[in-house]
């Protein structure tokens, strides 16, 4: 059974740094792939980056240039790198995967599988 958990949100100021992982059981394979997303409240679920089965990686454009995405194979985690923080990057961040589909996808309604969620706070 495919299972994500998620660990490293947090409240910073504006202009600081956080790093979240995604801890994957269930499979080891990284020929799938796994993507972060957010909501913020009253908002949709977006995504916000994503690492391909064949190791792209793509980051939507309000966050590309702060935010790096990250696997390691051998810990079987992913990560968010988020630095410069700003008040609206506030969401629940969630990891996900497509298992055991290649190709990312923008539709969080494609991901059979998600994490429980970790709040990310920053302040102005």
């Known amino acids: 059974q495919v299972q994500l958990v998620e660990s490293g949100g947090g409240s910073v100021q504006a202009g600081g740094s956080l790093r979240l992982s995604c801890a994957i059981s269930g499979y080891t394979d990284s020929r799938y792939c796994t993507a972060w997303f957010r909501q913020a409240p009253g908002k949709e679920r977006e995504r916000v980056a994503y690492i391909d089965g064949y190791g792209r990686s793509a980051y939507i454009e309000s966050v590309d240039g702060r935010f790096t995405v990250s696997r390691d194979a051998a810990k079987n985690t992913l990560s968010l790198q988020m630095n410069s923080l700003k008040a609206e990057d506030s969401a629940m961040y969630y990891c996900?995967?497509?298992?055991?589909?290649?190709?990312?996808?923008?539709?969080?309604?494609?991901?059979?599988?998600w994490g429980q969620g970790t709040q990310v706070t920053v302040s102005s």
């Open positions: 996900a995967s497509r298992f055991p589909n290649s190709r990312c996808v923008e539709d969080a309604t494609n991901y059979k599988y």
